[in-house]
């Protein structure tokens, strides 16, 4: 079973459309090209309420990762931290080490009271450092589920992420990696496959196959994505071949044509 | 109290970050400006149990509006319908509205069972007209809560989006929409004006402030968003016109400047 993990991104910047979910969607990249399973994205508001709730339905799932985006900073508005506390039930506790970050990242001695608030973190957590930013991630576990919460700034969420997160990825994915390919069915619809489908899916449970119908120009066709987790690209083949061919074969035999595809 | 909606966007490839989640956004911008609060963005993937479960669990917070796309279509990891019938203790039933339409975009007289498969609709279900593909919509009531599952090809959710949904929109928004003022300011950072933001907040709590750090060429400055309620232009402006002289007043004295500012 391949490692599970959930993500939340905080903001309502995302629940009113203004701004693209950009970090749920580079953070599931990631983690699904490692070889780890995305169970989950959860959007929800700058509200301590909605986060607390979001992370303890994630929790109760028991994935092995949670990954949080926003709500870290200075403002009145930043409650992430607090939000873990109460859904872990533990109190926020200032955290020495995250104070000294904060401290050297603004070069100052004495921090006001908003800049010290971001490092309150939840008792036992341990921060994560910023290269590019202020403020601090959160990394915390419970329950064999580890947390951890990244700034919802792209860029400094991206930085600490290969400096946090991958690391950890790699030891969850134990060696395994998602191989993918792509076809284009032309000649054939989504309901003349579904049966061929169903057939190669229960044949072949280790590899994964998905229609996606397309139109351009007026012309309708299927883009068609298998992929398969494997520890090399070797592997990966040899589990993919038969299912190639027998969708090849069974596209044909319906009149269709199937052929590779590269997406840019 | 403004309306709300959850959304539900479904599919493996929002979830392996192949597919950016276009659908969600551009459904949460629409309900956003028609003055409705998007409370909860879910992505699942193609699966019964998550499915049901994020049904589920947005019925149980009893928004008027839950919004759902993609797994509609004709192939077997097309489940949404089975999903909504079991969160809502429903049967399946053959639609025979849905059959007929589905009959006509095929411009076919008998359906195989992988196309009759989209008729079988949840018990007291409407299916939705898609103008534009094979798969109708599904609309239900269920406990106060409206319940309608979209496609996930964008296209075809769009334009069923602006038939089925917007004049529901309309109803459920009692006149209001959302008015939006940007502004830039520079020369302070978040940790200097969030005392001012926790102030103007608590003074207006009708109007909604939120800060954004950027960094262009190395210099930092900050995006501020101004939003509020109101059934008119006047109306907004007359809310929003205090908060922005306070804001600007009080970004100046802290030696900051604060300027009106047009986003893409």
């Known amino acids: 079973m391949p490692a599970s993990v959930e993500i939340i991104n905080t903001g309502n910047e995302l629940l009113d459309g203004r701004t693209f979910n950009t970090n749920g969607q580079w953070m599931a990249r990631r983690c699904s090209s490692k070889g780890l399973t995305v169970k989950r994205i959860t959007v929800v508001g700058d509200s301590l309420e909605d986060i607390c709730a979001a992370i303890r339905e994630a929790l109760s799932r028991k994935p092995d990762l949670i990954l949080i985006?926003?709500?870290?900073?200075?403002?009145?508005?930043?409650?992430?931290?607090?939000?873990?506390?109460?859904?872990?039930?533990?109190?926020?506790e200032l955290n020495e080490e995250a104070l000294k970050m904060i401290k050297r990242a603004y070069g100052l001695e004495e921090l006001g009271s908003s800049r010290e608030k971001m490092a309150w973190l939840p008792e036992g957590a341990r921060p994560l450092r910023n290269p590019v930013g202020m403020?601090?991630?959160?990394?915390?576990?419970?329950?064999?589920?580890?947390?951890?919460?990244?700034?919802?700034?792209?860029?400094?969420m991206e930085a600490m992420f290969k400096e946090h997160v991958e690391p950890l990825l790699d030891q969850l994915s134990a060696g395994l990696a998602r191989f993918e390919a792509y076809f284009l069915a032309y000649g054939v619809r989504e309901a003349?496959?579904?049966?061929?489908?169903?057939?190669?899916?229960h044949k072949h449970p280790g590899v994964y196959v998905k229609t996606h119908p397309k139109v351009e120009e007026g012309r309708t066709y299927l883009e068609v994505y298998v992929s398969t987790m494997a520890s090399s690209s070797s592997e990966a083949r040899?589990?993919?071949?038969?299912?190639?061919?027998?969708?090849s074969e069974g596209i044909s035999s319906r009149g269709g044509s199937f052929k590779p595809f590269r997406p840019e």
């Open 69 to 92: 985006t926003g709500g870290l900073g200075p403002t009145p508005d930043d409650m992430t931290a607090k939000a873990m506390a109460r859904a872990l039930g533990r109190k926020l």
């Open 135 to 156: 403020a601090p991630g959160i990394m915390v576990e419970q329950e064999g589920t580890v947390i951890i919460a990244l700034p919802g700034v792209p860029r400094e």
């Open 192 to 201: 003349d496959i579904a049966d061929l489908l169903e057939e190669v899916a």
């Open 238 to 247: 040899q589990k993919m071949e038969k299912v190639i061919h027998e969708l």
